[in-house]
């Protein structure tokens, strides 16, 4: 057994030298596992694992917010990952349980990706893995840095409403790094739910990303209505056609796969501006 500082917890927990048994309960650590080649490795994973695909195979022991334990328990886990933020709750329940469960904590910059990594690697034994992943990510990062200088930009994703990105998030980092600004990057909060119209009309952005929520159809009419009912059609990005519409789950999710996502959407945005 291995004793690693957990911060979240202000704790060390007894981590097996190399975890055989693991279910991950994010999106993000999953995906992360998958791309080290841990897949054989990974037990179980939450309803919400979706990438890679091939993640959609493993069972299902419950969600951010529920375990369900008559899944979690024949899966004999000798290790559980989750994050902190909206998961802390089911934390609390696993370590009361008595599981082995380390929590990662949310990253906050566009680093802090790279750095959730490399702790995940050294959590499940693999450090090697982790920083040459890093160091491959870090390559592609690092040729995109500027590469939207001067351009204002507002994000938007639905997670049943509109939700826009703050100075505390590791988007509104993402794309300072890219020479942008973005409509709340001076606001000290994560997210700002339903952002005003006005907000959004004085800052007048040169590009409109909006992130569907799952379920909703990809029509370009069904989220022009949308903004149009907020009082949003005639707002200079979308009459000039620079409004950018991303597949539920890709801004929003913070595993390797973001990396990718940033550089097909910088080259969406130089295709029109």
Request: net charge negative.
């Amino acid at each position: 057994m291995v004793k690693l500082y957990a911060e979240p917890l202000n704790m060390y927990v007894d981590i097996p030298e190399k975890p055989e048994r693991i279910v991950s309960l994010a999106p993000a650590i999953t995906e992360t596992l998958f791309k080290l080649g841990l897949e054989d490795r990974v037990v179980g994973v939450s309803i919400y694992c979706n990438k890679p695909l091939e993640a959609k195979n493993k069972p299902r022991v419950g969600s951010y917010w529920k375990i369900m334990y008559n899944k979690l328990e024949p899966l004999n886990p000798d290790l559980i990952l989750v994050t902190t933020g909206a998961q802390l709750v089911v934390l609390g329940e696993l370590i009361e349980r008595k599981y082995t469960v380390y929590p990662i904590s949310l990253p906050v910059t566009l680093y802090g990706l790279l750095e959730y990594i490399i702790k995940i690697g050294v959590v499940v034994g693999e450090v090697k893995k982790a920083r040459d992943l890093v160091i491959e990510l870090e390559e592609k990062i690092y040729r995109l840095k500027g590469s939207l200088r001067g351009l204002k930009v507002h994000i938007e994703i639905d997670l049943g409403g509109p939700t826009a990105p703050g100075a505390i998030t590791y988007i509104t980092d993402t794309f300072n790094y890219l020479g942008a600004s973005t409509t709340y990057d001076n606001v000290r909060d994560t997210w700002i739910i339903n952002p005003e119209t006005r907000t959004i009309i004085d800052y007048d952005p040169d590009i409109y990303i909006y992130e569907l929520p799952y379920g909703a159809p990809t029509r370009l009419e069904w989220v022009i209505e949308r903004l149009e009912k907020r009082g949003l059609g005639n707002l200079r990005a979308i009459k000039e056609k620079r409004l950018i519409i991303l597949e539920p789950d890709n801004l929003a999710h913070y595993g390797p796969s973001y990396f990718k996502t940033l550089e097909e959407l910088v080259s969406m945005i130089k295709e029109i501006v």
